[in-house]
């Protein structure tokens, strides 16, 4: 029996392969390609298109590294015992850090993708034969919103409510609301009726979404909270301790976990959860296509226009798209829309208005009408001028001669 070898064809065009080959000629080297096969493959194992695995980010941060080192054979890195490998992994690190590249990116993303280089190397049986997760992600509990309003409500700490928030109601993974949105790299600004936050980086794929926009209800329980107002919220103060200390998702999810189960309910319980929450209801919403939904869970949107691009990038466009999922992923309050009733009012006030202009039209037809039968007749003044008042009082014109 001949097992089938996996190698890049089996994912990608030949084409995208080439490309990646000119840009990173590191994809050359043979322990790289095995490394990245194996990548893809458990990628795409778990369910996922090979197209949306990000092989462009483990390319680029690989050839930093061997471009800094002076390295032109990656398999060379292989040959280097543990300890110099960490060594020289501890002092790149630090160099990135103190060039002014954001810590959170460096200590997880480039950190986790360098180390995977030296761990994966292709072998089919290094990871087990490809079966179905088992363990907390089968029965996991499906939250709509009056579970997680119960378990909002005996979280008992402000803090845990904030933080169940955040994850339902921007649909942000665990590490971009307990780490990167404190991170000082963002600043709350206002548009129309709502904050946002600029060029969000996500950091599990370093996706940007250009606007990252909160319920007011989200906004109005971090000031209850943390007072002020929440044009000068510092993002850092968020998910705090009275203490100052942070809030540690451990924590979080342990009450989680201990409510839904006094709750009665039997399913699993994660912090994902309240991500898939969101996920779920922003991907059942019929009015919005595929590429925003995406962009908005922070994943790589397919195939963009360039029209497209530059609609993402407007605020005015993008606000209007993300309005019609506020009222959607809100817990505890409503969000009325005038919209509709007033655009409503206005028409009917304007067809109000187009009946009295015509029956003043008409009117004044009328009253032309009877003016030149009364000039044929060469009536008195005085017998004209009466008429003329017979008429306008008729007609409730209201005129003084």
């Known amino acids: 029996m001949t097992l089938e070898k996996i190698t890049l064809n089996s994912f990608f065009e030949p084409k995208l392969i080439e490309k990646w080959q000119n840009k990173y000629p590191i994809l050359l080297n043979r322990a790289v390609e095995d490394w990245i096969i194996h990548k893809v493959d458990r990628y795409t194992r778990s369910g996922r298109p090979a197209k949306r695995f990000k092989i462009t980010n483990y390319l680029k941060y690989l050839n930093d590294y061997c471009k800094y080192y002076g390295i032109g054979n990656p398999s060379a890195l292989l040959k280097e015992t543990i300890d110099v490998r960490n060594d020289r992994l501890i002092r790149y690190l ?16 480039i950190q986790s993708v360098l180390r995977s280089f030296y761990s994966d190397r292709g072998n089919p049986t290094s990871d087990g034969l490809a079966i179905r997760k088992t363990g907390e992600n089968q029965n996991e509990i499906i939250l709509d919103k009056e579970i997680i309003r119960k378990i909002q409500t005996k ?14 109601q921007t649909g942000l ?7 990167g949105l404190k991170s000082g790299n963002y600043k709350l600004q206002k548009y129309k ?12 794929t370093g996706i940007v979404i250009n606007f990252l926009f909160f319920p007011k209800e989200l906004t109005n329980l971090m000031t209850d909270i943390y007072g002020g107002d929440s044009a000068e919220l510092d993002l850092q103060r968020i998910l705090l301790t009275k203490t100052g200390k942070n809030i540690r998702r451990e924590d979080v999810w342990g009450r989680a976990k201990d409510v839904v189960k006094k709750l009665g309910y039997k399913e699993n319980m994660k912090l994902h959860c309240f991500r898939k929450f969101f996920d779920s209801v922003i991907l059942r919403h019929g009015d919005l296509d595929l590429e925003f939904k995406e962009h908005l869970l922070g994943h790589s949107a397919i195939n963009l226009s360039g029209s497209y691009n530059m609609n993402l990038k407007d605020i005015e466009w993008f606000y209007e798209k993300w309005r019609k999922i506020e009222n959607l992923i809100c817990i505890d309050s409503v969000v009325i829309d005038r919209t509709a009733t007033d655009l409503k009012d206005v028409k009917k006030e304007n067809s109000m208005l187009k009946k009295q202009v015509e029956i003043l039209l008409e009117s004044k037809t009328d009253l032309e009408k009877k003016v030149r039968e009364l000039n044929n007749a060469k009536p008195s003044k005085k017998d ?3 008429m003329i008042m017979d008429i306008m009082r008729k007609e409730k014109i209201n005129v003084r001669f």
């Not at 709502?194 to 980086?201: G, Y």
């Open 94 to 109: 630090s160099f990135l850090i103190k060039g002014g590249r954001n810590e959170v990116t460096v200590r997880n993303a």
């Open 384 to 386: 004209l001028k009466d």
């Open 173 to 179: 993974r665990t590490d971009d609301i307990f780490i």
């Open 155 to 168: 979280m008992e700490r402000p803090e845990y409510r904030l933080a169940v928030k955040f994850l339902t």
């Open 193 to 204: 009726d709502h904050f946002f936050i600029r060029n969000f980086v996500t950091m599990k």
